[in-house]
T-cell receptor, first 115, second 113 residues
């Protein structure tokens, strides 16, 4: 079965600084990968996804992520963080051969932004 | 475009009372539907998913149940709530035929007292 690990439970960065959130997955084949963001008391919003092709994918809100098969990673990056980016971020993988298309989520990383 | 609705947005219920949370999706047909729960400070736990009307799969045994009476309606129920049922409940949908991402509703905050 697939699994997703987000090693950092909390991260604090200063506004304007760069950001990298780590995600490692375990899956037997080429994974389909996602990053979601959740603001407090809200649902999850899809930031970006990787299915195949270019390993550097661009998403909304200035985020990007890079798929590295050799490291089983799909890290999320942003060159300059804004205070509004403070939220919880979830990495997820789907098994496309599962009838329900169920996502397996990591435990999440809570991002705090210092002024 | 597709939209997903959940209601109520917040709910406070006493222990032992029944529960009914509703989720509806607009702008798509025959979606896969999902119920998740987030306990305070925890990640997402998949509770149920459905690939069609009347088809429900349970991921975690508990005192909750789900039903899908119509193509785009998904209901989460309980006959008797427990304190441990408190949490943030999220409904999500996904398309079929190569669309794997899920789209989430705004959630329902349930507090069992």
């Amino acid at each position: 079965a697939q699994s997703v690990t987000q090693p950092d439970i909390h991260i604090t960065v200063s506004e304007g600084a760069s950001l990298e959130l780590r995600c490692n997955y375990s899956y037997g084949a080429t994974p389909y990968l996602f990053w979601y963001v959740q603001s407090p008391g809200q649902g999850l919003q899809l930031l970006l996804k990787y299915f195949s092709g270019d390993t550097l994918v661009q998403g909304i809100k200035g985020f990007e992520a890079e798929f590295k098969r050799s490291q089983s990673s799909f890290n999320l990056r942003k060159p300059s963080v804004h205070w509004s980016d403070a939220a919880e971020y979830f990495c997820a993988v789907v098994d496309p051969y599962n009838a329900g298309n169920m996502l397996t989520f990591g435990g999440g990383t809570r991002l705090m932004v210092k002024p | 475009s597709q939209t997903i609705h959940q209601w109520p947005a917040t709910l406070v219920q006493p222990v032992g009372s029944p529960l009914s949370l509703e989720c509806t999706v607009e702008g798509t047909s025959n979606p896969n539907l999902y119920w998740y729960r987030q306990a305070a400070g925890r990640g997402l736990q998949l509770l149920f998913y459905s690939v069609g009307i009347g088809q429900i799969s349970s991921e975690v045994p508990q005192n909750l149940s789900a039903s899908r009476p119509q193509d785009r309606q998904f209901i989460l129920s309980s006959k008797k709530l427990l304190l441990s049922d408190s949490g943030f409940y999220l409904c999500a949908w996904s398309g079929i035929a190569g669309e794997y991402e899920q789209y989430f509703g705004p959630g329902t905050r349930l507090t069992v007292t």
